[in-house]
């Protein structure tokens, strides 16, 4: 079966959505071809992940869905039916802060913040699939995420540094 | 978000025969969504119809890589991601790895289906001109019918293909190359920087050597012609000859009368011609560099 299948089975008015939120199970009422960003954002309350383009291209709306890194403007929710969603709201760390979030901080990583959440959701994609990315690495996992206020070098570092850390402490979480 | 979004409707078929089904009940009036890369940026802008969305995102039939009789057969769905960390695919056929990862940027090619990518029908789609060079051929399936036909000539114009009302792109068949292994897979994209963009001009060329003549040639283009394009004229113009400056210069000729770009809001002619032409005489000076068994 394809996931959702059922739930949509009416379609024209709104869906029940079932979702797994950052550990939490939420159920939201919204059209089929709403955006993910506005569940999130507008149904769900979760502000920290932004609208910047809207059409693909910056990356600030970037969440993971089913662990996978996605662009939520371009997200359906007919098509998150059921799906487990991470987004920056859900980053945790020994100290409070996962350990990306710290490295942005230090780093400078940070200026006006809008980038930030898809920044780090792109990072936290990468260090799970490679943990020890090179420069290139970096660079390329985040070649869909614009930040118009560091000029980027600031942000590379942030995620090496996070890389760094997370290699001497256990896997990310 | 300018869309009015109780003006579409949208279902999720458990399976391929549902979604045929779905379709032949009101042929035309249903739209398949696959990544919906493409299509959620036009609701967005409020340029997506209102209308019948059909959801085929993960469904099993039109999903996979698979080798068939030494061709290879991709489903519809295949992701971008699918196809760029596919080591046999980069081993078979280069230019479609790069093609993929010159798509977009990560989360893009999480979700852009190759079907989706063929359906969208844009004449700046990064993948058709490698698909064109390796002769692919697609299958398309409805409740009526299945046909394979060749990728070149699918698109009939600007945002129209052959492609019946009740019909899907089931996959992508790329057929055994018979070019050898000292073939020379040339790809370039021009875009206004190497993620994200969409291209000002798509290159794709493959070519073998013998005995410093040219054994076989296939060039095809993206951004330059209302849909992506196959340049046979220009193939012809060296294939079975060496390649001297002369002969060069020939072939930019031609090529030049092959396409017909325009000026658009990511490039202008002029810019495009002259980097066709560029293109061109760099896979040309590649190939003659490659010399090839008997040189």
Redesign the interface.
């Known amino acids: 079966?394809?996931?959702?299948?059922q739930?949509?089975?009416a379609?024209?008015?709104p869906i029940r959505l079932r979702l797994q939120v950052n550990g939490h199970r939420r159920e939201v009422d919204c059209?089929?071809?709403?955006?993910l960003l506005?569940v999130l954002r507008e149904g769900l309350g979760l502000t920290g992940t932004k609208e910047g383009c809207?059409?693909?291209?910056c990356?600030a709306c970037?969440v993971l869905l089913d662990g996978?890194?996605?662009?939520s403007?371009?997200?359906?929710a007919?098509?998150a039916?059921e799906a487990s969603v991470e987004t920056i709201e859900g980053l945790r760390g020994p100290g409070g802060l996962h350990p990306l979030q710290e490295a942005f901080l230090e780093a400078g990583g940070t200026q006006c913040g809008i980038c930030t959440p898809g920044m780090v959701l792109?990072a936290l994609?990468l260090l799970r699939e490679e943990p020890d990315p090179d420069e290139a690495a970096i660079r390329?996992?985040l070649?869909?995420?614009l930040c118009r206020c560091t000029g980027y070098v600031r942000i590379v570092d942030a995620v090496a540094r996070a890389a760094a850390r997370l290699a001497s402490g256990g896997p990310p979480s | 978000m300018r869309a009015y979004l109780p003006a579409y409707h949208a279902e999720v078929p458990g399976s391929l025969r549902a979604a045929l089904e779905t379709m032949a009940r009101e042929p035309g009036v249903w739209t398949p969504l696959a990544g919906g890369t493409d299509i959620m940026v036009l609701l967005a802008a409020g340029r997506l119809p209102p209308g019948k969305y059909l959801s085929i995102r993960g469904l099993p039939e039109l999903s996979g890589i698979r080798e068939e009789q030494g061709a290879v057969v991709l489903g519809a769905l295949t992701t971008y991601r699918e196809v760029r960390r596919s080591a046999m695919l980069g081993r078979r056929y280069p230019m479609l790895c790069l093609a993929a990862a010159a798509s977009g940027a990560a989360a893009i090619q999480n979700r852009g289906t190759l079907g989706g990518n063929i359906v969208n029908g844009s004449p700046a789609a990064d993948t058709p001109p490698a698909l064109l060079c390796y002769d692919a051929e697609l299958e398309l399936i409805s409740m009526a019918t299945v046909r394979r036909v060749p990728y070149d000539g699918f698109h009939t114009g600007y945002k129209t293909m052959d492609l019946r009302p009740g019909e899907l792109v089931r996959s992508v068949r790329l057929p055994a190359r018979a070019e050898g292994a000292g073939a020379l897979h040339y790809y370039r994209k021009v875009g206004t920087r190497s993620a994200q963009a969409i291209s000002k001009v798509v290159f794709a060329a493959l070519g073998s050597m013998e005995g410093g003549r040219v054994r076989a040639c296939r060039i095809a283009l993206g951004s330059v012609a209302p849909t992506v394009l196959r340049c046979r004229r220009t193939e012809g113009v060296v294939t079975g000859l060496p390649l001297d400056p002369a002969r060069r210069r020939e072939a930019a000729a031609v090529l030049r009368t092959e396409i017909a770009p325009i000026d658009d809001i990511r490039s202008t002619r002029a810019y495009r011609e002259r980097v066709a032409r560029n293109l061109l005489d760099d896979f040309l000076a590649r190939l003659a560099a490659t010399g090839g068994p008997g040189d």
Request: glycine share 18%; hydrophobic share 45%.
């Open positions: 079966m394809n996931p959702g299948s739930a949509v089975r379609a024209g008015g059209f089929p071809m709403a955006r506005d809207g059409e693909g291209e990356g970037a996978v890194l996605v662009q403007c371009l997200v359906p007919v098509q039916q792109a994609a390329a996992a070649a869909g995420n």
